[in-house]
């Protein structure tokens, strides 16, 4: 009797080394899914590059080289003296010197200027191409200000706070790892899981010994450490190629980053839970995912200056609360009790997708 109840005891840490085994080689057998994709692999590791590289040099809405036309029928030494202040700028670029407003005017038209600095007595009119407002505003703020100090009357002193040389990359980055984030764990999960039900294997899965729930966990951990492997590749050329700096924790950053990954890993578990192929799945995940986040979640544009309905949905938007938290975080140098708000919505989004996806998923089960 004895010897019964010894071997009864010893059955259940064998039982549990194998379920930790069969556990680990589903994580396994997925890394080297990942790792042979070579598609796959391009998509994660070449995405957030290029994206980088591109919103961090190409795609900015930094103010540089403007083309301004100078109207010299009024010449004096304060006229001089303001064209010079522009010219010495790194803001404008001097083009071409015409005799009338109307000459000036006609180079803005044929896309041969971008401004025009007209001297009208004790003050100077600027013509400014408007077919990109947001554009023209900034050229026009920057063109005063340079203006304001060739004035004799002293000129107003503005102190940028957090960026003081207005780069655009500051803005971009913290947008671009929600985006890049989202999409990639949502997508790549939802993409895998539907995967085996495509190919007949998810009946094999859900018949072995470990869970369902387990077995869902051992699918997205590899997806869980490409991730972290992502996000680390983005705060490297963050800092070391666009000079955007890491004012804040390292430590809360990660920790607020793996709070989003994780909500994305749910998104993109119930998103599988629905989609009975793979193309439905991307075509889901772009629809949810990628319009929301480059609309919505001031990524691109003011979420204050967007009508009001507009703001009521980007309340559901996650990166939205991802990008603010990570802008204060990064550039800011905040502590977490001034993102506290953003990560306890986030925490609350992340515990709604994960019941619901689970909820499903067990329902497609039974």
Known sequence: M???????????????????????????????????????????FGMPIVLM??????????????????????????TQQAIDRLAASDYFTLTAAVGTPAEAERLIRSQKADMALVPRGETWQLLVDGSDPNMAQQWTVYATSI????????????????????????????????????????????????????????????????????????????????????LIAILLMARYVLGVP???????????????ILLALSLGLLISSVADSQLVALLLSAMVLLMPIVMLSGMLFPIESMPRVLQWVSAIVPPRYYIEAMRKLMIMGVGIGDVLREV???????LALLAVALKKFKNRLE
């Open 53 to 78: 590289l591109l919103f961090g040099f190409a795609i900015t809405t930094d103010v540089r080289n403007v083309r301004t036309v100078v109207v010299t029928s009024l010449q004096n030494p304060r």
């Open 147 to 230: 203006l304001a100090g060739a004035q004799a009357a002293a000129p107003t002193i503005t102190h940028l706070l957090y960026n003081p040389q207005m780069r655009s990359a500051y803005n971009f980055v913290p947008a671009i790892m929600g985006m890049l984030l989202m999409l990639i764990c949502a997508m790549m999960t939802s993409v895998s899981i539907v995967r085996e039900k495509e190919r007949g294997t998810m009946e094999v899965l859900l018949v072995s010994p470990v869970r369902p729930l387990m077995m869902l966990i051992a699918k997205a951990v590899p997806y869980l450490m490409l991730a972290f492997t992502i």
């Open 344 to 350: 306890l919505i986030l925490s609350a989004m992340t």
């Open 2 to 44: 004895k010897k019964n109840n010894d071997n009864h005891a010893t059955s259940h840490p064998s039982r549990r080394e194998g379920l930790g085994g069969t556990f680990l080689s589903f994580v396994v057998k997925e890394a080297r899914h990942i790792l042979r994709d070579r598609r796959t692999m391009l998509i994660l």
């Open 246 to 260: 890491l004012a804040g924790s390292l430590v809360w950053i990660v920790a607020v980053s793996t709070i989003y």
